[in-house]
């Protein structure tokens, strides 16, 4: 986001709390203090990633008074959450987060980050604290069958329209994705969580309902691997997390392993077309899910993008083609459909593939030249 507008000593912590956040931050509702006030922009809304979702604390600076700490407004949902008074003795960490308050600099870029860090750590702990106060047998147990695992993240919700329910966000397996990537481009680790939503209730039913599942990924790890594709195993009567996600990690462990082998896969196809319509004009050098060449049908000059799915080769690529002669009226370069419905079998070399998608082209490129001078406009 741009931090135009911002006083230079906001926009310096801004800065760097977005650029070394352990996860991605989101800035909302910028705004200025009042109408008199002609310093810069100084409050704003942060989305703070939490329990797979976003928790939304207001940061209100005092532009014309920069000595003084931003004051935060924290949700209405989390009106009884006063990070000051968490434990009701003062002990090692409410020191460390008084000094981040009396001790701030406002010339010192980092402050803002370690303090939405230290508040985080204590909605961590408070959400946990209110989970393990809910009168629930069955989530008493289940808490206490997982605490050892590190990263868990919970939370209770209620409303007037829905049931109280607790959720939690468990983190899956120890593997780092990031360097299993050549040449990766995420800033942030990537990872992949199970997401346990369990109702409450007062008594512990003898063969309780199973929990709602929903495994979840961090956005950027879609280019190499695709978590709707994921069937989830099922969850036995009696069972409990701590049987039930030594299954699912070892599943997904597997499929992550092969994800990564299929980037060479992908990349040998993308070789095998050379050969036959030279080297690419452009081609996704990390992920290999993108590929554009030039082709021709007699003076009918055109390109050829290649969509190619993290499935591939059990999914074949979807093709686009793109004229280089023919534009609309509001001077878009005419492009074909996506064209999926041709000859393919994943067990093919990645040669005969290429060979077979080449006289596919050869004929299509004859009807998408025939589209191409219909749509024209007639002068």
């Known amino acids: 986001m741009s931090l135009d507008g911002f006083p230079p000593f906001i926009s310096a912590q801004l800065h760097y709390l977005i650029n070394h956040f352990p996860d991605k931050i989101k800035v909302e509702q910028v705004l200025s203090g009042g109408k008199t006030y002609t310093g810069g922009l100084d409050r704003f809304t942060l989305l703070i990633p939490y329990c797979l979702d976003y928790i ?14 931003p004051d935060i407004i924290f949700g209405p949902e989390d009106e009884d959450f006063y990070p000051l008074h968490m434990t009701g003795r003062v002990g090692e960490g409410d020191l460390k987060f008084r000094s981040i308050l009396s001790d701030w600099n406002y010339k010192d870029p980092t402050r803002l980050l370690a303090l939405i860090q230290e508040l985080r750590d204590r909605y961590m702990a408070y959400q946990k604290k209110r989970v393990g106060e809910v009168d629930d047998d069955r989530l008493t147990f289940e808490i206490s069958t997982i605490c050892s695992r590190e990263g868990i993240e919970m939370q209770i919700s209620s409303g007037a329209e829905k049931p109280e329910e607790v959720k939690f966000a468990v983190p899956l397996m120890d593997m780092n994705i990031n360097k299993m990537v050549h040449g990766c481009p995420w800033r942030h680790p990537q990872k992949i969580y199970l997401q346990v939503i369990y109702p409450v209730g007062k008594k512990y ?3 309780p309902s199973a929990p709602r599942l929903k495994l979840m990924s961090t956005t950027e790890l879609r280019a190499l691997f695709t978590i709707e594709d994921v069937k989830l195993p099922s969850w036995l009567d009696g069972m409990c997390m701590a049987e039930y996600l030594p299954h699912l990690e070892e599943s997904l462990q597997k499929q992550v392993l092969e994800a990564v082998s299929l980037i060479d896969i992908r990349r040998h196809f993308i070789e095998a077309l050379a050969p036959l319509f030279g080297r690419p004009l452009e081609a996704d050098p990390v992920f290999c899910r993108k590929a554009t060449f030039l082709a021709s049908s007699g003076s009918f000059v055109f390109l050829v993008h290649f ?9 074949q690529p979807a093709l686009m083609l793109q004229s280089s002669q023919h534009i609309s009226p509001q001077g878009i370069p005419k492009k074909s459909s996506l064209l999926a419905e041709y000859p393919w079998s994943p067990r093919w070399e990645a040669s005969q593939m290429a060979e077979r998608i080449f006289d596919f082209l ?7 030249k025939r589209f191409c001078n219909e749509s024209q406009p007639q002068h």
């Open 205 to 207: 039913a003898s063969t």
């Open 307 to 315: 969509h190619i799915s993290t499935l591939f080769p059990k999914q």
């Open 362 to 368: 050869a004929d299509e490129s004859l009807n998408f």
């Open 56 to 69: 939304k604390w207001d940061i209100i600076y005092n532009a014309e008074f920069p000595l003084a700490p």
